[in-house]
T-cell receptor, first 113, second 115 residues
Framework: DGGITQSPKYLFRKEGQNVTLSCEQNLNHDAMYWYRQDPGQGLRLIYYSQIVNDFQKGDIAEGYSVSREKKESFPLTVTSAQKNPTAFYLC????????????FGPGTRLTVT | AQSVTQLGSHVSVSEGALVLLRCNYSSSVPPYLFWYVQYPNQGLQLLLKYTSAATLVKGINGFEAEFKKSETSFHLTKPSAHMSDAAEYFCAVSDRTATGYALNFGKGTSLLVTP
């Protein structure tokens, strides 16, 4: 089955540690996205990538980093510089960056204490 | 930038009653509009989308939405609520960036369905 996989479902880290969230897709989509979801705030765009080896900052990129070395993979690193990292993180993809419809993974809930 | 506003963070309906979730958009160009549904601790699932082909858009699970340019609205409706409709609903608008498209989401409306 084609889809987007995010792992793990739940992730716990101590404050001051970097943590990497995985996102893999087998839809052969060119574009991939990372969103952060907080209660009552909807989804906010962190980073997006149109094509391999290229990515752009979204609205709330500070404290985050990404890489896109393979078409299928778009990992997100939450660094210790992110002031409030506890949140639900959603990865999405679209056929191309000019395609408006996005498909979402199941999400990773990160808790930092 | 294009944006959407969802009116009402929580909506409660009785099972079998009409569901109406409100969304207004702000866009300087003809928008692409979407409704997504999210069940607890899951990702988002596309319910329906408007891409200017028809003003009344039918989606999955019996939902539909009507694009009204004069009112800048894209409200989501379902004639008869089912218990399984209880979820978080997000309206989104596609926003052109320098290098492609991104989605701008509303803050969501939590739908509660009571027996």
């Amino acid at each position: 089955d084609g889809g987007i996989t995010q792992s793990p479902k739940y992730l716990f880290r101590k404050e001051g540690q970097n943590v990497t969230l995985s996102c893999e897709q087998n839809l052969n989509h060119d574009a991939m996205y990372w969103y952060r979801q907080d209660p009552g705030q909807g989804l906010r765009l962190i980073y997006y990538s149109q094509i391999v080896n290229d990515f752009q900052k979204g609205d709330i990129a500070e404290g985050y980093s990404v890489s896109r070395e393979k078409k299928e993979s778009f990992p997100l690193t939450v660094t210790s510089a992110q002031k409030n990292p506890t949140a639900f993180y959603l990865c999405a993809s679209s056929i191309t960056s000019d395609t408006t419809e996005q498909y979402f993974g199941p999400g990773t809930r990160l808790t930092v204490t | 930038a294009q944006s959407v506003t969802q009116l009402g963070s929580h909506v409660s309906v009785s099972e079998g009653a009409l569901v109406l979730l409100r969304c207004n958009y702000s866009s300087s160009v003809p928008p692409y509009l979407f409704w997504y549904v999210q069940y607890p601790n899951q990702g988002l699932q596309l319910l329906l989308k408007y891409t200017s082909a028809a003003t009344l858009v039918k989606g999955i699970n019996g939902f539909e939405a009507e694009f009204k340019k004069s009112e800048t609205s894209f409200h989501l409706t379902k004639p008869s609520a089912h218990m399984s409709d209880a979820a978080e609903y997000f309206c989104a608008v596609s926003d052109r960036t320098a290098t492609g498209y991104a989605l701008n989401f509303g803050k969501g409306t939590s739908l509660l369905v009571t027996p």
